[in-house]
């Protein structure tokens, strides 16, 4: 059994510099010993000491990750375009990866990722954090202890604040890749089955220049599960409230509900009626105990050597649900998930898991 992991972290971006923060912070069994970032300014460097790091353990190359025997888990929070390779880089060199969501935005590529993945034997955990929200989580658990009797009905409803710059949009993958990924995995977890059919709508109700970017500001998509359950997920880029994160499991025996929380439990009363705090901002404040949460279980696995959920195959599903709905979208038809998986001759999701 590993008694003390060594961890190297790659891409110092804003989600890295999270993961940095909780990985320094809430781990003592655990030991943050490199850094890699290809853009090294000075608030990196001023960053860096805020974690008790020294300039040492900063490189521009991860390979100098890759190479160090003494790192036995890496932590992959660059790019989107840089996770194939540097998952396959990783596991080649006996390092179990946590990389974060999504896997790979190209299906060939990640069907050839998680073959080397399988073939090293290491463990790959994507991170899709909100299994890890302590209110998703448990409805999950309530409906998996039959708590409301036979799921039917899952209505997700997952709305940002404010859209990304036009330059992110352009290379985002268009929303239902971008945003509705987190939903899509979401809707599995929660159904406890793999989803069939996507009939997805789209506008631009927001920004004329998202359209001219060739995206969709606004969306709706109905899911049929394989168990015969229903689905629904609508998505903003803007809600002027705040970030809207709520889900709801409907059964044969009743209803689970997770509501947005609060900045504060504060409630103001007046003549016009009681108003209650703002939500929070965005993802960084409203899913900050997932972050923590989800590399605690990571970290487990990886003692305990079992093989951690969600993995590559719940990444590459996610990707092939996005394609059906893109799809789905342009061609306003419902599409099969086996539509898009059978043009990549993927016929059992099991084989990647
Ligand atoms: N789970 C979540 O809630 C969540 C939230 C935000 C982003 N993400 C994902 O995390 C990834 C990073 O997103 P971000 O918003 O932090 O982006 P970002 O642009 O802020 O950070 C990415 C960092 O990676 C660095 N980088 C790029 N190529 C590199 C290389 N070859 N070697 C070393 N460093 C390299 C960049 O310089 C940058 O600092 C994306 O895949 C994104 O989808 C997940």
């Not at 390779?85 to 999504?102: G, L, S, T």
């Not at 935005?105 to 090293?120: E, G, Y």
């Amino acid at each position: 059994m590993i008694q003390k992991i060594n961890v190297g972290l790659i891409g110092l971006g804003r989600i890295g510099k999270v993961h940095a923060q909780n990985l320094t912070r809430e781990f003592p069994d655990v030991l943050l010993k490199a850094i890699a970032e290809i853009k090294i300014d000075e608030t990196i460097k001023e960053f860096i000491g805020t974690l008790g790091m020294v300039r040492q353990d900063l490189t521009q190359d991860p390979q100098e990750i890759f190479d160090d025997p003494k790192i036995n888990a890496v932590i992959i929070t660059s790019s989107t375009d840089t996770h194939s390779r540097f998952i396959q880089e990783a596991v080649k060199n006996n390092k179990h990866v946590f990389c974060e969501k999504p896997l790979d935005v190209d299906i060939p590529r990640i069907v050839d990722t998680l073959k080397v993945v399988k073939q090293s034997g290491m463990k790959l955990m994507i991170g899709f954090n909100r299994r890890f929200d302590p209110n998703f989580r448990k409805l999950h658990e309530l409906v998996g202890k039959g708590q409301i009797g036979t799921p039917h009905l899952i209505k997700i409803t997952s709305r940002d604040p404010t859209p990304p710059p036009i330059e992110y949009i352009k290379v985002s993958g268009g929303l239902f890749m971008d945003m509705t990924i987190h939903d899509w995995d979401m809707a599995r977890f929660q159904a406890n089955s793999e989803i069939e059919e996507v009939y997805a709508k789209g506008g631009v109700l927001i920004d004329p220049e998202i359209g001219k970017a060739g995206d969709i500001d606004t969306a709706v998509a109905v899911l049929k599960f394989v168990n015969g359950a229903m689905g629904i997920i609508d998505n903003s880029r803007q809600a002027i409230y705040g970030y809207d994160q709520r889900l709801e499991v409907f059964g044969s025996n009743g209803c689970l509900m997770a509501e947005n929380e609060a900045n504060t439990t504060l409630r103001t009363f007046t003549k016009e009626g009681i108003r209650s705090d703002a939500i929070p901002y965005f993802f960084l404040e409203r899913y900050t105990r997932s972050y923590v949460n989800e590399l605690r279980y990571f970290f487990n696995c990886i003692k305990k050597n079992e093989d951690p959920k969600p993995n590559g195959m719940d990444g590459l599903v996610a990707i092939l649900i996005a394609r059906a709905a893109q799809r789905s979208y342009e061609e306003n038809r419902p599409v099969k998930i086996s539509e898009i998986a059978s043009e990549y001759y993927i016929d059992n999701f099991s084989n990647f898991s």
